[in-house]
């Protein structure tokens, strides 16, 4: 038999906590730094648990050489999917695209986000974002993969969209807040459990 007993302040502060560690949980689409792998500097999308290349890990390079070291590195070339998945987790609005860039790394020349993907056509898109962009852009089949992207200029400064797929952690502090929650919801339901007699 159940019974629907009041919410006690016990009871509704633990839901209460459990609410803020799943909202944190879930609100973590975000992007981080990484560690490096295969000497190669990496960031996280939080949000779909993607390890991505750093877009300043290469220069001078074809969109081909570039994709044989991230492939080396056990990176998948991202295509047009892969891509609007990272942007949709990382928009450029205002402060944050400095940020991302940060993050992410861009052309050293310019105030530039940008990277070949794989558009699914005879040459590679370019993917980027400019300073105070309100979104980012896509192109398809735009640079040959045999050609070093905008010549061998002080600008061939465009690296390629690149991921593994990790498993999206969340924060210690998350964790560590739900199971608090749990704690004292189990306490609770201890402590208000009528006795067989």
Do not use: H
Request: charge should be negative; charged fraction near 10%.
């Amino acid at each position: 038999m159940t019974t629907n007993l009041p919410l006690s302040a016990a009871r509704r502060w633990a839901l209460a906590v459990c609410a803020t560690a799943l909202t944190a949980m879930s609100a973590q689409a975000a992007i981080v730094d990484s560690a490096d792998i295969g000497g190669l500097r990496t960031f996280q999308d939080l949000s779909t648990g993607r390890t991505w290349l750093d877009l300043d890990n290469f220069f001078n390079k074809t969109t081909n050489e570039m994709i044989t070291a991230a492939s080396a590195a056990g990176f998948t070339f991202a295509n047009t999917a892969d891509i609007n998945a990272l942007f949709a987790s990382a928009p450029v609005t205002g402060a944050q695209w400095a940020a991302d860039r940060v993050i992410m790394g861009g052309a050293p020349n310019r105030a530039l986000i940008w990277g070949s993907y794989d558009s699914g056509s005879a040459n590679a898109g370019w993917a980027y974002s400019f300073d105070g962009a309100s979104n980012w852009s896509v192109s398809p089949n735009i640079v040959a993969f045999n050609s070093v992207p905008n010549g061998n200029s002080i600008y061939a400064d465009m690296n390629i969209w690149a991921y593994q797929t990790t498993a999206a952690v969340p924060e210690p502090e998350t964790y560590a807040l739900m199971l608090a929650g749990l704690a004292a919801l189990g306490a609770v339901a201890r402590r208000k459990t009528p006795k067989a007699g």
